[in-house]
């Protein structure tokens, strides 16, 4: 089982919609959990980190956390065509490193 | 400068060459980090430095060598590398390393072996 896991898509969602991505874990004693975009031939950005349970929100952004379930999601609300990315799942292991996802690619059709 | 800079920014070398990669971050972190990222697979970490100590070597092989001389700056030196090693090569920091430390990533170089 692979320790981060996420659907590789692409996901196509339409200008102005909701893109939701998921990702689940395997390591039950992981604690930070952060999302990154990735635009193509560049690298990885910091768009959020949630440490609770719960939801998060920063902008159009809404990261959301569940522990006893072992996955996390981001929401993106109002969609727009410089949305269209990767975005990595990162965990922290209990190896005290962080294990990245192989990512989602998000498609925003105008 | 800010953030996380490397250099170069692309690289073609042969196989019998011998080159350097170099990393800087003026965040005031003090845990770096090397990322191999081949495409269509996900990020695979190859080092970790803490405090200049290495605290991880991803059973990387031996033509990959990694030289830490302060928190700051960090290195990596290739040789004798094959064309599978073809990859984007990624630096990052964080405050330390462990869970709860946001790693900020470099512009990354873009390596290509003939």
């Known amino acids: 089982q692979k320790e981060v896991e996420q659907n590789s898509g692409p996901l196509s969602v339409p200008e102005g919609a909701i893109a939701s991505l998921n990702c689940t874990y395997s390591?039950?004693?992981?604690?930070?959990f952060f999302w990154y975009r990735q635009y193509s031939g560049k690298s990885p950005e910091l768009i959020m980190s949630?440490?609770?349970?719960g939801d998060k929100e920063d902008g159009r952004f809404t990261a959301q956390l569940n522990k006893a379930s072992q996955y996390v999601s981001l929401l993106i609300r109002d969609s727009q065509p410089s949305d269209s990315a990767t975005y990595l799942c990162a965990v922290d292991s209990s190896a005290s490193k962080i294990i990245f996802g192989s990512g989602t690619r998000l498609s925003i059709r105008p | 400068e800010t953030g996380v800079t490397q250099t170069p920014r692309h690289l073609v070398m042969g196989m019998t060459n011998k080159k350097s990669l170099k990393c800087e971050q003026h965040l005031g972190h003090n845990a770096m980090y090397w990322y191999k990222q081949s495409a269509k697979k996900p990020l695979e970490l190859m080092f970790v430095y803490n405090f200049k100590e290495q605290t991880e070597n991803n059973s990387v092989p031996s033509r990959f060598s990694p030289e830490c001389p302060n928190s700051s700056h960090l290195f990596l030196h290739l040789h004798t590398l094959q064309p599978e090693d073809s990859a984007l090569y990624l630096c990052?920091?964080?405050?330390?390393?462990?869970?709860?430390?946001?790693?900020?990533f470099g512009p990354g170089t873009r390596l290509t072996v003939l």
């Open positions: 390591d039950r004693v992981s604690q930070s």
């Open positions: 990052a920091s964080s405050p330390r390393t462990g869970g709860n430390n946001e790693q900020f």
């Open positions: 949630i440490y609770s349970n």
